[in-house]
């Protein structure tokens, strides 16, 4: 029985994007032939899944985040606006070591993962990026327990990923790069996305540990549980995610929704609730429904009722979104907009037989408009999951742990 230990951010009952592409990977090892452990951050409530989650606690400020994040009454904001700021000042004081902001945590969790470790002697480590503290902890561990296998999983980028508004991206880029070099110099192997290989090929093409690098993908394709639907002259448009105006905009869409006059065309915004754009738009036209951060499972079933999926491109190019394929295992219609020429989510949804991709700099909203009114309205069967997982069988949680277990659980 071989042993393995994850170390993820936050985990169940309200999980991270990256949370959900790691379940999909470690539901699937045969339970006879593995036992997965996972160290992941406490938000205050119980987990249950066949699991042992041990987690670990994040301080006062995020740990009042957890418990006041999805409460949406006048005094909560107010008491969120205070922790933020409190969180923006405890930033300042990690500027220099960025992006490491918990030393503290990442302490009280490396020495939770060597009692672990003195019970169990696990076979493999594998450390999700982000949070940094994953990687930290990994690399210690393998240290201190050298015939441990170590993997750093990239499904964020750490260099060539998101830049924090106050440092200008050549000061980021040289410091992850520095922190990456410094905890993967032990690590067994490597995986990055395959949407930043050409970064980081650039990156490491003279360094050691070029050689210890796999490129894989975001493992989120997978067989949904479809009902039979029922026949609707409602038109309704579904977005799952976040919205930070520095990374992606809903603006374009709005305005090309806006153009179209028609009651039966419905948009609902699920996971975000404090995008002052999209709210003023919601004030002024009833079609348009803003809801706050729920549950995978409650996302699920919004998604399950949309007549289109609706994706907003990242204005970094190395990002690639995983609810694109979670929106695929649909087989339902999806309208993309994208802000820069090679963003991600195009080379993945030109392969995909029922996507519109929207440019964001056509200012032709009117034209625009009616592309979308014609796709939208034209019939279309929805695409067979079968002949999805053939066109992106790298994106299932099946190809996943066969290259996982090929490469590094050997």
């Known amino acids: 029985m071989?042993?393995?230990?994850?170390?993820?951010?936050?985990?169940?009952?309200?999980?991270?994007?990256?949370?959900?592409?790691?379940?999909?990977?470690?539901?699937?090892?045969?339970?006879?032939?593995?036992?997965?452990?996972?160290?992941?951050?406490?938000?205050?409530?119980?987990?249950?899944?066949?699991?042992?989650?041990?987690?670990?606690?994040?301080?006062?400020?995020?740990?009042?985040?957890?418990?006041?994040?999805?409460?949406?009454?006048?005094?909560?904001?107010?008491?969120?606006?205070?922790?933020?700021?409190?969180?923006?000042i405890k930033i300042v004081f990690f500027i220099p070591v960025w992006p490491w902001v918990d030393p503290i945590v990442t302490h009280q969790e490396y020495k939770i993962a060597q009692k672990m470790f003195q019970q169990n002697r696990y076979d493999t480590v594998i450390s999700v990026y982000m949070p940094l503290s994953s990687l930290i902890v990994g690399h210690k561990l393998k240290q201190q327990y050298t015939d441990t296998r170590f993997i750093a999983y990239f499904l964020d980028s750490l260099s060539g990923g998101y830049v924090p508004h106050f440092m200008k991206k050549s000061t980021y880029n040289k410091k992850a790069v520095k922190w990456e070099k410094r905890l993967l110099n032990n690590a067994d192997t490597i995986i990055f996305m395959e949407s930043s290989r050409d970064y980081h090929q650039e990156v490491y093409q003279n360094s050691t540990l070029a050689e210890k690098i796999v490129y894989l993908d975001l493992p989120v394709l997978k067989k949904q549980n479809i009902v039979n639907k029922e026949q609707s002259k409602e038109i309704?448009?579904?977005?799952?995610?976040?919205?930070?105006?520095?990374?992606?905009?809903?603006?374009?869409?709005?305005?090309?929704?806006?153009?179209?006059?028609?009651?039966?065309?419905?948009?609902?915004?699920?996971?975000?609730?404090?995008?002052?754009?999209?709210?003023?738009?919601?004030?002024?036209d009833s079609?348009?429904?803003?809801?706050?951060?729920?549950?995978?499972?409650?996302?699920?079933?919004?998604?399950?009722?949309?007549?289109?999926?609706?994706?907003l491109g990242n204005k970094n190019p190395n990002l690639a979104p995983s609810k694109i394929f979670e929106y695929m295992s649909w087989g339902k219609k999806i309208v993309s907009t994208y802000s820069i020429s090679n963003d991600t989510s195009i080379k993945y949804l030109n392969k995909y037989p029922a996507a519109l991709l929207l440019d964001e700099r056509d200012e032709d909203f009117e034209k625009s408009a009616d592309v979308l009114?014609?796709?939208?309205?034209?019939?279309?069967?929805?695409?067979?999951?079968?002949?999805?997982?053939?066109?992106?069988?790298?994106?299932?949680?099946?190809?996943?742990?066969?290259?996982?277990?090929?490469?590094?659980?050997?």
């Open 236 to 284: 309704l448009f579904v977005y799952v995610g976040s919205i930070a105006l520095n990374m992606r905009s809903p603006e374009y869409f709005l305005k090309l929704f806006s153009q179209i006059k028609n009651d039966n065309w419905k948009a609902v915004f699920i996971g975000e609730s404090n995008c002052a754009l999209l709210n003023d738009y919601a004030k002024t």
């Open 373 to 410: 009114k014609n796709f939208v309205e034209t019939k279309m069967e929805d695409v067979p999951y079968e002949k999805l997982e053939k066109i992106f069988w790298q994106n299932t949680p099946e190809a996943f742990v066969e290259l996982l277990k090929e490469k590094t659980l050997k």
């Open 2 to 88: 071989k042993k393995i230990l994850v170390i993820l951010g936050r985990y169940f009952p309200k999980p991270s994007p990256n949370t959900l592409c790691v379940q999909n990977i470690i539901d699937l090892f045969p339970k006879e032939e593995y036992e997965v452990d996972v160290i992941g951050y406490d938000d205050g409530l119980k987990t249950s899944n066949g699991y042992n989650v041990t987690k670990i606690k994040r301080g006062l400020i995020q740990s009042l985040l957890y418990k006041f994040e999805d409460k949406t009454d006048a005094l909560s904001k107010r008491i969120i606006s205070l922790l933020m700021w409190f969180k923006r």
């Open 287 to 311: 079609r348009i429904k803003v809801v706050g951060k729920c549950s995978h499972e409650d996302a699920l079933n919004y998604e399950s009722k949309a007549t289109v999926l609706l994706n």
